[in-house]
């Protein structure tokens, strides 16, 4: 059987008793090591699960996945997955290769950064769809995220971006070579997702002599290593949060309705920039 | 300190090791006992925790919460939510009126239904707003969660629908007596829901010649149960599912973007009635 496993967002205390007592029992343990992290390292993981863990790429995962998979019915396969299993496609694809093959799956949830977002007091049945803000370079500046924060604005819905985390990615040079070489880690910072959203603003008042849906003076909420003990929230303006740092990832950034409930601001008002 | 801690969705061992942990040290423990259930009661969970737990009624949060709430600064207190703390917004109050009173609070994430819902196979970031269908009743048939189905569908996104749960529900007659008595518990199930929505789009189809954006050959997706040993998924046409019986609660029903992804069909295909 195949077991995927949610590990939620801070250490390896936030596993859940199932997903616990599976692994103990699992012949292999896979940690999907290219889509988030925990607070915590592998070898604390190993030592807290008691047992030894292989790393799972996105190479591995996206192109060798049937290498992952139980190689009869009596083997039981553990892919632990940071957050709720269902957060990332690549990991559906995973799921579907197991049931072509007949191999029984089941599924451990946990929380995700979908839901654990909440904790800065905006209501999650008011956030509309969630956008990824990619890392920007020379040559691709993609803005198509701007237009879905401005359509939930406009129905007064709130918009979780999720930002940009480059793990383990192969150099552009090294893709042509037999041997891969890696680009360091990035993620990216809320003040970097501000700095974007600034530039989008900006170009989009040249064009147009509109009153602005999303402005600089909008509040906005940044969240960094949501579920971890070293949880930051800070509510302050777009432009002010171009400036801010929240320290080490993984960040968030929050842009919310134009109207708050009472409730939601009393909240908010908690993480205002003092 | 106030504790609020997340169950997830299905029985006792759904708890993480750090919530199991907190429980285990705190001087009282609330379980908060109308907004959801679990697959187990209340006596399995305080076997499983080994702590007497106090259960926590609409009431008893909304109208006399400060009694929940820690007496000092050394008493630490638990409450229980099914799900993730965040999931209903009365929680949002509670953690307020402690930190007015400058108690310190302390959250522990786990599943929702928000995004466990992803083991249909549907992609969570094509999820736009999600909506809550009431049951109604001959003076009250509201209709308005109908109009934001329809806007996340003419985006192509998929919409959540939460169906409405009694619990404890005072008794009309009851509320002028000084004694309450309560109604029996309602669960709406999806062929309720399907049945509402329906009746709804037969309304519409009248008032309007314009092409409809649901219909009765609609593909919908009930799930039931989700996070437990019996969970069901069924994907069947809006019209089918009105007569289908998932069994037990919880139920909720997914109103499907009109074009899915390669992989999302593929997936949901494994959970089309045969």
Redesign the interface.
């Known amino acids: 059987m195949l077991h995927v496993i949610?590990l939620?967002?801070?250490?390896?205390?936030?596993?859940?008793?199932?997903g616990?007592?599976i692994i103990r029992m699992c012949d292999r343990v896979y940690l999907e090591s290219y889509t988030s992290i925990l607070s915590t390292n592998l070898k604390d993981l190993e030592r807290f699960y008691g047992c030894s863990i292989l790393e799972a790429d996105r190479e591995l995962v996206e192109s060798n996945a049937d290498e992952i998979l139980p190689k009869d019915e009596k083997e039981n396969v553990a892919f632990l997955v940071v957050g709720?299993?269902?957060?990332a496609?690549t990991h559906?694809?995973l799921?579907?290769r197991a049931?072509e093959k007949d191999i029984k799956v089941k599924?451990v949830?946990?929380?995700?950064i979908?839901?654990?977002i909440?904790?800065c007091?905006l209501?999650?049945?008011?956030?509309?769809?969630?956008v990824?803000i990619p890392y920007w370079n020379n040559d691709w500046q993609p803005n198509s995220f701007y237009e879905k924060i401005i359509?939930n604005r406009q129905?007064d819905?709130h918009t979780l971006c999720l930002l940009d985390i480059k793990i383990k990615e192969p150099t552009i040079e090294s893709i042509a070579k037999k041997k891969k070489e890696y680009m360091p880690s990035q993620f990216m910072s809320v003040s970097e997702a501000a700095t974007q959203l600034l530039k989008i603003i900006e170009e989009k008042n040249e064009e147009t002599k509109e009153e602005p849906v999303l402005e600089e003076s909008s509040l906005v909420v940044g969240l960094a290593r949501v579920?971890w003990d070293n949880q930051r929230i800070i509510a302050c303006s777009l432009g002010e949060m171009a400036s801010i740092d929240l320290g080490p990832p993984l960040h968030s950034l929050i842009i919310p309705a134009i109207n708050l409930h009472p409730?939601?601001l009393?909240?908010i008002t908690?993480y205002k920039c003092k």
């Open positions: 949610g939620g967002l801070g250490d390896s205390t936030d596993i859940t008793v199932k616990l007592e709720d299993p269902f957060g496609t559906s694809d799921i579907l049931r599924i949830h946990n929380s995700s979908l839901t654990a909440g904790c007091g209501q999650l049945y008011r956030f509309g769809e969630t990824s359509s129905r819905l579920g409730l939601e009393e909240f908690l």
